[in-house]
Nanobody, 121 residues
Framework: QVQLVESGGDLVQAGGSLTLSCTAS????????MGWDRQAPGKQRDLVAR???????KYADSVKGRFTISRDNAENTVHLQMNSLKPEDTAVYYC???????????????WGQGTQVTVSS
């Protein structure tokens, strides 16, 4: 079993920056991919970014060039550096970890509790 603890959500002005962090514990060996999804009010949860154990990353088109995902394998931590934030980035951001093959999770991934990011205009 994996546990995820997120931090870093906050209120920020448009154009500002914010860094989210997520630390995994427990059965770390079961993880080959960590990442972030987000869910805005009244909308579905969508992929933001993923990063594999080998450091291969993937981003949603809406955040490419503005967000950077990185991983510290020694600390079992993934970071999401968010720059040039826009009001439409406002959402609850969820850390996710598990075994990902292509775009399909093997079994059920583990989700964090979510952290609120609010971008004011």
């Amino acid at each position: 079993q994996v546990q995820l603890v997120e931090s870093g959500g906050d209120l920020v002005q448009a154009g500002g920056s914010l860094t989210l962090s997520c630390t995994a514990s427990g059965n770390i060996a079961s993880i080959n991919t960590m990442g972030w999804d987000r869910q805005a009010p009244g909308k579905q949860r969508d992929l933001v970014a993923r990063i594999t154990n080998d450091g291969i990353s993937k981003y949603a088109d809406s955040v490419k060039g503005r967000f950077t995902i990185s991983r510290d394998n020694a600390e079992n931590t993934v970071h999401l550096q968010m720059n040039s934030l826009k009001p439409e980035d406002t959402a609850v951001y969820y850390c996710v970890a598990g075994q990902l093959y292509g775009s399909v999770w093997l079994g059920s991934p583990t989700w964090g509790q979510g952290t609120q990011v609010t971008v004011s205009s």
